[in-house]
């Protein structure tokens, strides 16, 4: 323990993330002592989900902070083939839940696919835990370490973990609910802050001791987190009131068929982790595949539902290069606040903090900011809110290479055009993440509805790809990050993504008029797709929940 009168900002940061972690958890105990069925006016069930969640998240956003770090400076990856891995990793992250999402819609049930989920992830956060050889300075020699192959398997595990968990547990909380339910809205308020909440303080606590103590705490810390979500989880079992269930009696050689099928998946991810070229082929074919069948689908259709559908293909188009320059923020952006930013004593990973906090700070008055301006009839339509989000995000990079000067390596960029760039992300994700969502589901035919939100995702998953396409190039030909390299990439995309902007809010009225909002049915929630009120409570939650049959 160190002299309280030695501890820098980094020191100071933790113990606070640790003394509201404490005040998180000492609110549970409160909740957790009560008799009664509800606390607050909500469902003591919200709470469970809630603390599960938030533990979730406190592991994963965790693990995240540290990855890109961990691959340059404990495996030696280079900063660009750090970058690449780290792309490829939250592609698949996004792709996964469509499965674990169907299985559970179709057979499994949310909370027994939750349950599994949590199982494979606490043993990925663990197995992150597990290192290989220290001292070797060889990249070589390093990636030969036969203990790789650990690390390798433990990326898969969270990631076919996160397919059946991250989705379905969101879906629970609306089954709480009854459609007419008016406490709906403000369960998701408090179940989105659960999801923050684990996020900054997971970045805050698992980045300090991970950087500062060793690698093996921060991610032994993440794991713990995890298993304690699991515990909460499976504890609260009698307060979910029987929700989450399969949709019908499921035989036990079938329950252990689809977690057969879970497992098998680890090993066909473990592989595709380790050739990112395999990854960025089959998302190519796979996604000129789902271009040609939305058309075929699209011109059978009449014109308006078949203009509604070119509406939501120019708005999908636009998620990989929101998402592409966005999830910079835990590969090159990262990587660029290690080596050239003035962080005072900081630890890196804790300023991937910033995002979750912000948008804590930032939802509820864009939330009111829509209403306001949705009762004064001047609301921007999806695609200018598209348009928007893509000026900002582009506009943070460029304020970030303005306030970094020089490209000399020797003059360090000031923390604040740190925390600006993240504000005007934030900002922009506020715009497209939940405005895309929600045109998805209003705009989509009823039988092809799952097919949209899944198509949304997966664009979404290209993005995170590309965003580590981007970061690769910020290593240069060697492969080590440059300053001036990294200054003029980001010069380049910022410029290149407010003249797309500019297009796109050009061509917002005639998208607006594809979508014939005028003419929109009321179609009623008990007909939307089951879950697609639950998704999109933050950036990094994928799937898609089909309509259940009747049986």
């Not at 900002?9 to 609110?27: K, M, R, S, T």
């Not at 009225?509 to 999109?536: C, F, I, Y």
Request: proline content about 4%; some cysteine; charged content about 15%.
């Amino acid at each position: 323990m160190k002299d309280i009168a030695t501890w820098n900002e980094g020191d100071w940061i933790a113990a606070i993330g640790a003394i509201l972690l404490f005040a998180v958890l000492a609110i549970g105990g409160v909740i957790a002592t009560r008799k009664s069925e509800e606390f607050v006016g909500h469902p003591r069930g919200l709470f469970v989900l809630f603390y599960a969640e938030m533990w979730e998240r406190f592991s994963y956003y965790g693990m995240r902070a540290l990855l890109i770090l961990y691959l340059t400076k404990f495996w030696l990856f280079n900063d660009g083939s750090a970058n690449l891995i780290y792309g490829a990793y939250t592609s698949l992250v996004y792709i996964t839940p469509v499965l674990g999402g169907y299985l559970a819609d179709r057979y499994l049930g949310q909370r027994k696919a939750v349950l599994f989920g949590g199982i494979v992830l606490a043993v990925g956060h663990l197995f992150m835990a597990y290192e290989g050889i220290h001292g070797a300075t060889d990249p070589l020699v390093k990636q030969a370490d036969p203990a790789i192959n650990v690390f390798w398997l433990a990326l898969a595990l969270i990631i076919v973990g996160s397919g059946f968990l991250k989705a379905n547990i969101s879906v629970i909380v609306g089954q709480l609910y009854k459609m007419t339910d008016s406490r709906r809205d403000s369960a998701y308020t408090i179940f989105y802050m659960g999801v923050n909440t684990g996020a900054a303080l997971g970045t805050i606590l698992v980045g300090y001791l991970g950087e500062t103590i060793g690698w093996s705490w921060g991610f032994g810390l993440a794991g713990i987190g995890m298993v304690l979500g699991l515990l909460i989880f499976v504890a609260g079992k009698p307060a979910l009131k029987g929700r989450g269930e399969p949709p019908k009696p499921l035989a036990k050689k079938g329950e252990l068929t689809l977690y057969g099928i879970g497992i098998g998946s680890v090993a066909v991810i473990w592989f595709l982790i380790q050739y990112v070229s395999v990854i960025q082929s089959l998302l190519v074919v796979s996604g000129i595949a789902m271009l040609g069948y939305t058309l075929y689908e699209a011109f059978k259709l009449p014109k308006e539902p078949r203009e509604r559908i070119f509406a939501i293909l120019f708005l999908i188009a636009l998620n990989p290069i929101f998402w592409g320059l966005f999830e910079q923020a835990g590969g090159s952006l990262s990587l660029y606040t290690d080596k050239f930013v003035d962080r005072g004593g900081v630890p890196t990973s804790l300023f991937q903090s910033i995002n979750p906090i912000y948008i804590v700070l930032f939802g509820p008055i864009f939330a009111a900011l829509w209403q306001y301006l949705g009762r004064k009839g001047i609301e921007p339509s999806a695609p200018a809110k598209f348009g928007l989000a893509l000026i900002q995000v582009g506009l943070g990079f460029l304020v970030f290479v303005w306030g970094a000067g020089s490209g000399d390596p020797a003059a360090m960029t000031s923390v604040l055009f740190v925390f600006l760039i993240y504000a005007l992300h934030t900002t922009g994700e506020l715009c497209l993440s939940p405005v895309g969502l929600s045109a998805m589901t209003r705009l989509s035919p009823l039988h092809l509805g799952s097919f949209i939100m899944g198509a949304w995702f997966y664009m979404t998953a290209v993005g995170n790809f590309v965003a580590g396409k981007i970061g690769e190039a910020t290593g240069g030909e060697s492969g080590v990050m440059d300053k001036q390299v990294t200054l003029g990439i980001y010069s380049t995309i910022g410029w290149t993504t407010i003249g797309v902007a500019v297009v796109v809010l050009a061509l917002s009225p005639l998208v607006k008029r594809w979508m014939h909002l005028n003419t929109l049915e009321d179609r009623g929630m008990d007909r939307d797709l089951a879950g697609q009120s639950e998704l999109g409570l933050e950036a990094q939650e994928a799937g898609f929940h089909p309509e259940r049959k009747p049986h």
